[in-house]
């Protein structure tokens, strides 16, 4: 079924991980040779999001079983973490992989301790959860690390962007507008204080993210046809370009800096290019998924 998201190991490139909505995530071999290299299975329903850890050992999956797995990338052994709701974004935390955040339907992001417990039934306890944060009033979308992990960012269907302190559940910012679509995928820059944001009006739209969370106007980009779809975004290693898939299949290449959009490529035959991942490390490879149960990669 449908590919949900890709995403290369971080620092090498040389694996790449796909999740898709027949409750599978695979490893493939990263120079494009396309070697399946492991399938791991334990999901029920079709996987939502996905992530490697910082250091690459470990992946998380979250599920529309309302499970979140813990993977071993060697081992292919997993554990669940769920607390009966469904999780639309899961994270690690930078500074201790043990730590993960996991934005949910329920309106609360949880923070689990993968060292304190587990609930391997498939998602009838809370152990593990160690913090809430519960300030949204709709289905939260997004969560994302900024300042080295100081920060975090959430993004909700309630048209709010809450900026948070790690490990404190007051939120210390927020901007709200009515007018405000949803985000459903944010990224951030690579190298500079900005995260990009999937909108649900066919923008991805920027923020800065240093001291002060704002929107910065003039770094919009259009073109793409996003609404109704969580696409990822993903930026090239040095953060000049941006890379967004849409809806009807295609692939979208922009200059950062200017707005600009340089490539569109017809990804996965008119249906949604869902997965859009850069590589490390060669700054001429994309890989993409999608919903015709395709992952590709590009040069």
Same mark, same amino acid.
């Given at each position: 079924? %449908?590919? /949900? ?15 898709? $909505? ?106 593990g959860i160690v913090q809430e944060y519960n300030y949204h009033l709709a289905p939260v979308n997004t969560v994302t690390f900024i300042d080295d992990g100081r920060k975090i960012v959430s993004t ?19 901007? /709200? ?13 690579? /190298? ?88 490390? $490390? $060669? ?5 993409? %998924? ?10």
């Open positions: 079924r %449908g590919v /949900q998201g890709v995403e290369f190991i971080p620092n090498t490139g040389h694996l790449l991980l796909s999740y898709a $909505l027949d409750g599978k995530a695979k490893i493939w071999r990263g120079d494009g040779n396309s070697e399946l290299l492991r399938t791991y299975s334990g999901h029920s329903e079709g996987i939502r999001s996905g992530c490697f850890s910082p250091q690459g050992d470990t992946f998380l999956t979250s599920s529309f079983d309302r499970c979140i797995r813990l993977w071993d990338v060697e081992t292919g052994s997993s554990k669940c973490f769920g607390n009966k709701t469904m999780g639309y974004s899961a994270r690690y935390y930078p500074r201790n992989p043990s730590i993960f955040i996991v934005a949910c339907s329920d309106n609360k992001l949880y923070q689990w301790d993968s060292r304190v417990g587990d609930s391997s039934g498939g998602g009838g306890g809370r152990g909700s269907d309630d048209k709010k962007i809450l900026v948070w302190e790690f490990d404190v559940p007051v939120p210390i910012h927020y901007i /709200q507008d009515p007018l405000l679509p949803s985000i459903t995928f944010v990224a951030p820059h690579p /190298q500079e204080d900005f995260i990009v944001g999937q909108s649900m009006d066919n923008s991805i739209v920027t923020y800065t993210s240093g001291e002060k969370v704002k929107a910065v106007k003039k770094k919009t980009f259009k073109g793409h046809a996003n609404i109704g779809y969580a696409a990822q975004l993903a930026f090239s290693p040095n953060g000049k370009y941006l890379c967004s898939g849409d809806g009807g299949g295609n692939l979208f290449v922009w200059d950062f800096k200017t707005g600009k959009n340089l490539r569109r490529l017809g990804a996965h035959d008119s249906k949604p290019c869902m997965g859009v991942a850069w590589h490390p $490390l $060669l700054p001429s490879r994309v890989a993409t %998924g999608g919903w015709d149960g395709l992952v590709k990669v590009w040069e």
